[in-house]
T-cell receptor, first 110, second 117 residues
Framework: QKEVEQDPGPLSVPEGAIVSLNCTYS??????FMWYRQYSRKGPELLMY????GNKEDGRFTAQVDKSSKYISLFIRDSQPSDSATYLC??????????FGTGTSLTVIP | DTGVSQDPRHKITKRGQNVTFRCDPI?????LYWYRQTLGQGPEFLTY????????KSRLLSDRFSAERPKGSFSTLEIQRTEQGDSAMYLC???????????????FGPGTRLTVL
């Protein structure tokens, strides 16, 4: 079993839709949770990071963590064609290694 | 631009050749990470440095791979006797780790895409 599971998609939505991206994990020792956006042939770009269970909002993006279920989500409101990218979840064990999901490919259709 | 930079952006080599990549982190960052990413996968951790000390290496990092960060600033990743399976994007990330219990938010460079023929 992988440490982090993420549905690879692809996911295709019309412009303006709400997008929900999800990851599950198996290691309860993960402390920090992050979402990265990666455009084709570019390095990942940090979107959000959270520590505790609950919601964190930044503009059109909301990150949600449920530690009891070992489940994290990223919601994108009013999706735009420029949001078309691969979204990677990442999790950090105390102090050191990061574990990434495989990424979900998102296309927002104008 | 004060972000993480990597050089070269692309490298094509023949099987058996040695290659070296360079990463320049964000200037005040004390940690530097190397990852490998193949198509359709997330980045896989290879190794990381805190200042000039290499603190951890993944089991993925075979004897043909070596990384250095001699002065705690830029880092190099060398692959000796390249194999076709080494073809991937090699990503560098840096972070500012302030204390044992602080988060380690990593900022990535654009990557070096290696193709081994």
């Amino acid at each position: 079993q992988k440490e982090v599971e993420q549905d690879p998609g692809p996911l295709s939505v019309p412009e303006g839709a709400i997008v929900s991206l999800n990851c599950t994990y198996s290691n309860s020792a993960f402390q920090y949770f992050m979402w990265y956006r990666q455009y084709s042939r570019k390095g990942p770009e940090l979107l959000m990071y959270t520590y505790s269970s609950g919601n964190k909002e930044d503009g059109r993006f909301t990150a949600q963590v449920d530690k009891s279920s070992k489940y994290i989500s990223l919601f994108i409101r009013d999706s735009q064609p420029s949001d078309s990218a691969t979204y990677l979840c990442a999790m950090e064990l105390a102090g050191n290694q990061f574990y990434f999901g495989t990424g979900t490919s998102l296309t927002v259709i104008p | 631009d004060t972000g993480v930079s990597q050089d070269p952006r692309h490298k094509i080599t023949k099987r058996g050749q040695n290659v070296t990549f360079r990463c320049d982190p964000i200037s005040e960052h004390n940690r530097l990470y190397w990852y490998r990413q193949t198509l359709g996968q997330g980045p896989e951790f290879l190794t990381y440095f805190q200042n000039e000390a290499q603190l951890e290496k993944s089991r993925l990092l075979s004897d043909r791979f070596s990384a250095e960060r001699p002065k705690g600033s830029f880092s190099t990743l060398e692959i000796q006797r390249t194999e076709q399976g080494d073809s991937a994007m090699y990503l560098c990330a840096s972070s500012l780790k302030r204390g044992a219990f602080s988060t380690d938010t990593q900022y990535f460079g654009p990557g070096t895409r290696l193709t081994v023929l």
